[in-house]
């Protein structure tokens, strides 16, 4: 018989089912494979293909030779496959054929999904519960933006916002330990893990567990400055036990301000000898600098200097000045701001001070913590940038106005203090605000001085931002609608800038073109005279 005959009487593909149902999460997105099996696999991936032809029977009774998608509406719920076969009819007579199965996609929800429908409340397996007893909630926002940066709470059940910390809720014990095992990695923590017995089958030998692991932060926050015990402060070279914190991270990174020794602490010291915040960022105050004369001493970015400052509240009413030396000699310039503790007239605990010999006799009347820049923020403007936010239950006394009043305080110190600091801001992701573009004034000769005193403020650059991909939308493209009639002709007057100035290097270009086109002409031209 001929190929014709053969392909008309004889068909390949028989047994085969030509249409599948298949199972979809609607919830999380995966695909069910019995028995229990749950698949995470996107459109028209090698994943997704693989299941697929898993999922067809009698397909291992023939030669597959090639497999390919075709394409459909993501919304139809159908897949199609195409594939190639090959099987031999007759005594060295193979056939090939080629065919299309349709895959029916089936909504089913899988068990985490129904558990998290279910709710937290009698569903979570393991909690892990961050606390940190301090006054604010800085310390918490950061942790977030870290968690949202490297998504480590892609496994949690739910989130519960507490009033001194979060509870993180789980499916699965070693969700949970993984999750305390990215904090240890990003904060100089301390745990201890504890389970209830919930029921158990006397029969199966079953038991059921739920597991409670309490995780600890220090009370130790960036620029606290902090008296190190007489035992940490030997081991940590002989140091002055009077440091400053510059930075936190799985460490406590601290640093003399007078010798611009820097050291770090870790959680294990830390631990074994305890200690608290001599004052916080709260009891800053505002200092105007008179005169620096470096030393030149420099460790890193840092350098040594000698500062006299007055306090801003004092100045012009009387002539009382600080003489001090401080780690912020490569910034400060006579006539900038400074953020300093005044510990001359600070309220210390003497339990705090029993590493420093003499007691309050060897305390400096002043430590610089950090530059300041009163002028930018006196001026009131949206910021061009955002952060995103975990998805959280509130206890109920964290809903009343005066809680809220702080934890929005606290937010706008954290948003500043990334202003200011570009290795904060380089650690996380900061996202574009929708409708509002970043501020560029041209320099006017009213605020020469400010401009000259403030130059060097950290403006977040419009590279440093991503494009908020998730929460685009229709509602998100129509938003500045809504905005006032100032905003808007504001934001025309800055696409009209920007307009003019892309029109002014085009013409700068075409005229750039014509000048070396003038020139290779006459230059041509020269060489036939000489020619002839």
């Given at each position: 018989?001929?190929?014709?005959?053969?392909?008309?009487?004889?068909?390949?593909?028989?047994?085969?089912?030509?249409?599948?149902?298949?199972?979809?999460?609607?919830?999380?997105?995966?695909?069910h494979?019995?028995?229990?099996?749950?698949?995470?696999?996107?459109?028209?991936?090698?994943?997704?293909?693989?299941?697929?032809?898993?999922?067809?029977?009698?397909?291992?009774?023939?030669?597959?030779?090639?497999a390919?998608?075709?394409?459909?509406?993501?919304?139809?719920?159908?897949?199609k496959?195409?594939?190639t076969?090959?099987?031999?009819?007759?005594?060295?007579?193979?056939?090939?054929?080629?065919?299309?199965?349709?895959?029916?996609?089936?909504n089913?929800?899988?068990?985490d999904?129904?558990?998290?429908?279910?709710?937290?409340?009698?569903?979570?397996?393991?909690?892990?519960?961050?606390?940190?007893?301090?006054?604010?909630?800085?310390?918490?926002?950061?942790?977030?933006?870290?968690?949202?940066?490297?998504?480590?709470?892609?496994?949690?059940?739910?989130?519960?916002?507490?009033?001194?910390?979060?509870?993180?809720?789980?499916?699965?014990?070693?969700?949970?330990?993984?999750?305390?095992?990215?904090?240890?990695?990003?904060?100089?923590?301390?745990?201890?893990?504890?389970?209830?017995?919930?029921?158990?089958?006397?029969?199966?030998?079953?038991?059921?567990?739920?597991?409670?692991?309490?995780?600890?932060?220090?009370?130790?926050?960036?620029?606290?400055?902090?008296?190190?015990?007489?035992?940490?402060?030997?081991?940590?070279?002989?140091?002055?036990?009077?440091?400053?914190?510059?930075?936190v991270?799985?460490?406590?990174?601290m640093?003399d301000?007078?010798?611009?020794?820097?050291?770090?602490?870790?959680?294990?010291?830390?631990?074994r000898?305890p200690?608290?915040?001599?004052?916080?960022?709260?009891?800053?105050?505002?200092y105007?600098?008179?005169?620096?004369?470096?030393?030149?001493?420099t460790?890193?970015?840092?350098?040594?200097?000698?500062?006299?400052?007055?306090?801003?509240?004092?100045?012009?009413?009387?002539?009382?000045?600080?003489?001090?030396?401080?780690?912020?000699?490569?910034?400060?310039?006579?006539?900038?701001?400074?953020?300093?503790?005044?510990?001359?007239?600070?309220?210390?605990?003497?339990?705090?001070?029993?590493?420093?010999?003499?007691?309050?006799?060897?305390?400096?009347?002043?430590?610089?913590?950090?530059?300041?820049?009163?002028?930018?923020?006196?001026?009131?403007?949206?910021?061009?940038?955002?952060?995103?936010?975990?998805?959280?239950?509130?206890?109920?006394?964290?809903?009343?106005?005066?809680?809220?009043?702080?934890?929005?305080?606290?937010?706008?110190?954290?948003?500043?203090?990334?202003?200011?600091?570009?290795?904060?801001?380089?650690?996380?992701?900061?996202?574009?605000?929708?409708?509002?573009?970043?501020?560029?004034?041209?320099?006017?000769?009213?605020?020469?001085?400010?401009?000259?005193?403030?130059?060097?403020?950290?403006?977040?650059?419009?590279?440093?931002?991503?494009?908020?991909?998730?929460?685009?939308?229709?509602?998100?493209?129509?938003?500045?609608?809504?905005?006032?009639?100032?905003?808007?002709?504001?934001?025309?007057?800055?696409?009209?800038?920007?307009?003019?100035?892309?029109?002014?290097?085009?013409?700068?270009?075409?005229?750039?073109?014509?000048?070396?086109?003038?020139?290779?002409?006459?230059?041509?031209?020269?060489?036939?005279?000489?020619?002839?």
């Amino acid at each position: 018989m001929c190929v014709n005959c053969i392909r008309s009487q004889v068909d390949i593909t028989e047994g085969i089912p030509k249409q599948v149902t298949i199972q979809w999460c609607k919830g999380c997105g995966r695909y069910h494979e019995p028995p229990g099996r749950w698949l995470v696999a996107s459109l028209e991936s090698k994943e997704l293909l693989s299941y697929c032809l898993r999922r067809v029977r009698q397909v291992n009774k023939v030669k597959l030779i090639d497999a390919n998608f075709v394409w459909t509406e993501p919304h139809s719920k159908r897949i199609k496959v195409k594939l190639t076969i090959q099987k031999e009819v007759f005594t060295s007579t193979i056939l090939q054929q080629v065919f299309i199965i349709e895959f029916v996609v089936a909504n089913l929800f899988c068990p985490d999904c129904h558990k998290v429908e279910a709710g937290s409340e009698n569903t979570w397996v393991a909690v892990a519960q961050v606390r940190q007893h301090v006054t604010h909630k800085r310390t918490f926002f950061w942790l977030e933006q870290l968690i949202l940066r490297h998504n480590a709470h892609h496994q949690t059940l739910s989130i519960k916002e507490e009033p001194e910390g979060l509870d993180f809720y789980f499916t699965n014990e070693n969700h949970c330990a993984r999750f305390v095992d990215f904090l240890q990695a990003v904060s100089p923590l301390r745990f201890k893990t504890a389970k209830k017995l919930v029921s158990h089958d006397m029969h199966s030998n079953i038991f059921n567990y739920k597991y409670t692991t309490s995780i600890e932060i220090p009370p130790i926050c960036k620029d606290d400055l902090v008296c190190l015990p007489s035992t940490v402060a030997r081991q940590l070279g002989n140091i002055n036990p009077v440091v400053l914190v510059h930075k936190v991270s799985n460490l406590l990174h601290m640093v003399d301000p007078w010798t611009l020794q820097t050291v770090e602490l870790n959680a294990g010291t830390y631990w074994r000898f305890p200690f608290r915040a001599l004052t916080t960022k709260s009891n800053l105050v505002e200092y105007i600098v008179i005169d620096v004369e470096p030393t030149g001493t420099t460790n890193g970015k840092m350098a040594l200097a000698e500062i006299t400052i007055a306090k801003n509240s004092d100045f012009g009413r009387n002539d009382r000045q600080f003489l001090t030396r401080t780690h912020l000699g490569h910034i400060l310039n006579p006539g900038d701001m400074v953020l300093g503790y005044d510990v001359s007239t600070a309220n210390l605990n003497d339990q705090d001070l029993e590493g420093l010999r003499g007691g309050y006799k060897n305390l400096p009347d002043v430590v610089l913590v950090r530059k300041a820049y009163p002028q930018r923020r006196s001026k009131v403007k949206a910021r061009h940038w955002k952060l995103k936010a975990l998805a959280k239950e509130r206890e109920e006394t964290l809903n009343r106005k005066s809680a809220l009043d702080a934890a929005d305080k606290d937010y706008e110190e954290f948003l500043n203090e990334l202003e200011e600091d570009p290795e904060m801001r380089s650690q996380i992701h900061l996202f574009k605000a929708a409708g509002i573009l970043p501020e560029k004034r041209a320099p006017q000769d009213g605020d020469m001085d400010v401009d000259d005193a403030e130059a060097d403020f950290p403006e977040v650059e419009i590279e440093e931002l991503l494009d908020d991909m998730e929460g685009l939308s229709i509602a998100d493209s129509a938003a500045t609608v809504h905005l006032s009639e100032a905003e808007q002709q504001m934001m025309m007057m800055q696409q009209q800038q920007q307009i003019l100035f892309m029109q002014q290097q085009q013409q700068q270009q075409q005229q750039q073109q014509q000048q070396q086109q003038q020139q290779q002409h006459g230059f041509v031209q020269q060489g036939f005279g000489f020619m002839q």
